[in-house]
């Protein structure tokens, strides 16, 4: 198993690699997720360990991902089976409770190597012109190198939410919020193909560019309009998630508002800057139970993003969204890379009101006076 993996490494081959099958049924690690990334000119590995109700990410180093492959995978360890794709073959290796390991090859269609100079992505045609008018793709359908971590982090983006896209209304919209230059909005109608993705930007100029490459491209399922994220809570259609990467501020509460007013399948979003906790807690500093933490300026910022975003998760499941919070890879060259999950579920009322005791508990705790989005739904229930 190693020796192959090296190999596509050594190769710059590697595509992913898929451990899972669970030896105990009991354990909570279902898969672990392995994919090469660049990371500022760094070529790194990043894995997502799956287990039952939750995701965990980091990124490491090749030592570090064969040492953990070798930690869960393997007689008498947690998961035994690696799939191991690369861009010629996917290898299956079986590993039995004893005996020797099957190994199962086939040949698979190119696909994207790690390295930019040989990156020939698997397109339809649609995709491959998208692709090139968004600037990831030159003429010849390699990725441009000074892209390529633009197009890993796409499918990086992809691939992470997957698993809460599973079983939606193959005929509802999605809406991305303050989709920007629109590349995720691509991806998006790509993966979800049966289903018709709007992004909603405030800037016309981006809108116009956007709507044009959807005309160059042909792409059915796709559209771009002008609006800002409050024209949007009372949308009555027929209306399936809401994504906002990055929307700045208040708009991610805005995003997530829109979402559970249209009482949507899903909710999607990266925050970004959030100025409003920020400033709340600066002018009740001395009330708040842990001053002593928030006294330091970046430690003050950082529990700031920490509170905004948990009081954001919470109040998700108080109206009975299942919620889960991961690290994803740079986007953008950015830090702002936590990403809130939320799937509509049958969550008790029992659940959802603990949730809301929790908000309570930290706005005590940390002099915390308003959160725009618990204020939204604090109006809505007047």
């Known amino acids: 198993m190693f020796d192959i993996i090296k190999s596509a490494i050594k190769d710059k081959t590697l595509l992913k690699i898929t451990l899972s099958k669970k ?24 894995l997502v360990y799956r287990y039952q109700t939750k995701d965990i990410t980091k990124n490491v180093a090749e030592i570090d991902m064969l040492r953990e492959i ?28 004893n005996g020797e390991n099957k190994i199962i ?31 990831l793709l030159d003429n010849s359908g390699k990725v441009i190198p000074s892209m390529s971590h633009k197009y890993k982090q796409i499918n990086q983006y992809i691939e992470l939410i997957k698993p809460t896209l599973k079983d939606i ?104 800057c959030q100025r409003q906790i920020r400033s709340n807690m600066q002018d009740n500093k001395e009330a708040g139970l842990f001053k002593s933490i928030t006294k330091y300026g970046i430690l003050f910022e950082r ?36 990403l809130i999950l939320a799937k509509k579920s049958n969550l008790t009322p029992e659940y959802r009101e603990a949730a809301l005791s929790k908000i309570q508990e930290l706005k005590t705790q940390f002099g915390i006076t308003e959160h725009y989005l618990d204020k939204l739904v604090e109006t809505a229930k007047v």
């Not at 269609?109 to 397109?123: F, G, H, N, R, V």
């Open 303 to 338: 529990q700031a993003e920490i509170l905004t975003d948990t009081i954001r998760a919470l109040i998700l499941e108080s109206q009975g969204y299942k919620t889960n919070v991961i690290e994803f890879i740079d986007w953008e060259h950015t830090p702002k890379n936590t």
């Open 169 to 272: 209304n193959p005929n509802a919209k999605i809406l991305d919020m303050g989709s920007g230059k629109g590349y995720l909005t691509f991806a998006l109608a790509s993966y979800l193909e049966h289903n018709q993705i709007i992004g909603v930007e405030s800037r016309q100029e981006l809108v116009d560019e956007c709507n044009r490459i959807v005309a160059v491209a042909k792409i059915d399922n796709l559209s771009f309009e002008s609006g800002l994220v409050e024209n949007y809570y009372n949308y009555n259609q027929d209306l399936a998630g809401i994504i906002a990467l990055h929307a700045c501020d208040i708009a991610t509460d805005q995003a997530i508002w829109t979402g559970i007013k249209n009482q949507v399948e899903f909710i999607i979003v990266a925050p970004c």
């Open 105 to 135: 090859r086939k040949p698979v269609q190119e696909q994207a190597s790690l390295s930019p100079e040989t990156q020939t992505p698997a397109q339809n045609p649609a995709q491959s012109i998208y692709l090139q008018q968004l600037g």
């Open 23 to 46: 030896i105990n049924k009991n354990q909570s690690l279902r898969n672990l997720f392995i994919k090469p990334i660049l990371v500022s000119g760094r070529e790194l590995y990043n």
């Open 70 to 97: 070798g930690e869960v995978c393997g007689v008498g360890k947690m998961l035994r089976t690696c799939d191991i794709f690369t861009t010629t073959e996917h290898i299956q290796i079986l590993i039995p409770k």
